[in-house]
């Protein structure tokens, strides 16, 4: 009962304690993207990568934004990392996509990526070819956010508040963003099938 009680606190803390105007930020250069018919490429590794590919549908369907993640094309990802190895993966794939001014790089990750501790390398290259190629990139990132809170050009820090719940509390928080990105008025381009349901109900009482 511990556990759960301090699990469960701090994610309330965690919620109070993000930084509101990164991801203010955040919806500006998303704006942006879809105004400027640019496209969103969503990167992450192990549950990230899953984040990823539920942000991919999300951003689509209700916000009407173009967007890729390249770790739902089994079959490339896993002949990149067979034929060219597992740093470049993500870098390659973003060339191959012509990444350019127009887009948009967005990180999901733990840590952020570090060359010198050897960690999620492949964000690493994949940030700097979409800094090379012009692109926007966002973080949404836990710990002390890596090379993706040095390089990004918005950054959504989510707090550490205990060694032993870094990645479940990061990867959540993930989804509580990306959440929020989609379903602000000024993202949000298509209801959503439950809240329009709610909606009729509503209006029919």
């Not at 984040?51 to 009407?64: E, L, M, P, Q, T």
């Not at 964000?123 to 949404?140: D, Y």
């Not at 479940?168 to 329009?196: G, R, T």
């Amino acid at each position: 009962m511990n556990y759960i009680k301090t699990y469960l606190e701090q994610t309330s803390k965690i919620a109070q304690m993000l930084d509101q105007e990164q991801i203010h930020l955040a919806i500006n250069i998303l704006l942006n993207v879809r105004n400027e018919k640019g496209r969103l490429f969503i990167l992450g590794v192990g549950g990230s990568a899953g984040n990823a590919s539920h942000a991919v549908n999300d951003f689509r369907k209700i916000a009407g934004i173009e967007a890729y993640a390249p770790t739902d094309n089994v079959s490339e990802l896993t002949a990149r990392v067979n034929d060219d190895g597992w740093d470049s993966v993500f870098s390659s794939w973003l060339k191959v996509s012509n990444l350019n001014s127009k887009d948009v790089l967005i990180i999901f990750s733990v840590g952020g990526g570090s060359i010198e501790k050897n960690i999620s390398t492949n964000l690493v290259k994949a940030l700097n070819h979409a800094k090379s190629a012009g692109a926007k990139t966002i973080g949404i990132v836990s710990r002390n956010g890596g090379y993706t809170k040095e390089v990004a050009d918005c950054c959504i820090l989510i707090p550490t508040l205990s060694p032993e719940t870094v990645t479940p509390h990061a990867e959540e928080f993930q989804a509580v963003v990306w959440h929020l990105l989609v379903s602000h008025p000024e993202i949000q381009k298509n209801q959503m099938k439950w809240e329009s349901t709610v909606q009729t109900v509503s209006i029919n009482k």
